[in-house]
């Protein structure tokens, strides 16, 4: 996947509030691009919570099946 | 809140909340999920066949949702990427007896993580599939993703969305301070 780099710039009394509260600065970047890829995916996504059930039954019965073949169950 | 739920420190993810983060409505499901994900008292688990099927899935996802598989992938990466991924010949000595602790079959191998790991906590969105008294017998309590937020400590009045006032990148910022109880100026 080709990705691109967004800058953005945070005052400096922000940070200083969020490290004072244990969060340092990679960790801050890190759940920021984490929730910005899963705001962005949710944003454009019609999934509904009827579809996202029934692929997550589809899916698990699926991964027991396989569960039970490999461990002789 | 009990003794025995303050300890619980391993969370099994039940794929179903992988999925439903990806719902439009469901901020507070991947607020929760990334707070949880981050909390280094907390360990995310997922038996690895079940997120190998997620991922084998992903192009179903993509069409259903109507988004770019790449763009799906992406997203749940993101998510598996914050989890163990365990084995199941790990736990496989209490897959057996965790059958009788479910009422869908389907979620036995999230039950027998779970006993293997307990005190511990399955973070699910469908409550249904698992017999709640009975693993919380066995040290396992059954949570919704903002239950599990708020059983490890973090209270749901500091979520402040301050997205209505505020734009583009500043408010996912604004939205992650606001989680973790920092204060902005206004």
Known sequence: MKTETVQFELPKEVMESAESAGFTKEKLAEMSKSFTILEVLAATSKLDKAQARAISQKIKASAWKKTKRKLGL | ?186
């Open chain 2, 1 to 186: 809140m009990e003794e025995d739920e303050k300890e619980a420190g391993t969370l099994v993810i039940d794929t179903n909340v992988l999925i439903s983060a990806m719902i439009r409505s469901e901020g507070i499901t991947r607020l929760s999920l990334l707070f949880l994900a981050n909390n280094p008292s907390n360990r995310l688990v997922c038996p690895e066949i079940a997120a190998k099927e997620v991922e084998r899935h992903y192009a179903e996802i993509a069409r259903r949702a109507g988004v770019p598989s790449k763009l799906v992938r992406a997203g749940l990466d993101e998510l598996l990427a914050k989890m163990r991924l365990v084995d199941e010949s790990e736990f496989s000595a209490e897959m057996t007896s965790s059958k009788t602790l479910v009422n869908d079959e389907n979620d036995t191998s999230f039950a027998a993580l779970a006993v293997k790991n307990r005190p511990s906590v399955i973070v699910t969105y469908d409550k249904r599939g698992y017999k709640e008294d009975e693993l919380r017998e066995n040290g396992v309590l059954v949570l919704t993703p903002t239950e599990a937020l708020k059983h490890t400590g973090i209270e749901l009045s500091k979520i402040e969305i301050k997205r209505k006032r505020k734009g583009g990148a500043m408010a996912v910022i604004a939205r992650i301070l606001a989680l973790i109880g920092v204060k902005e100026k206004d």
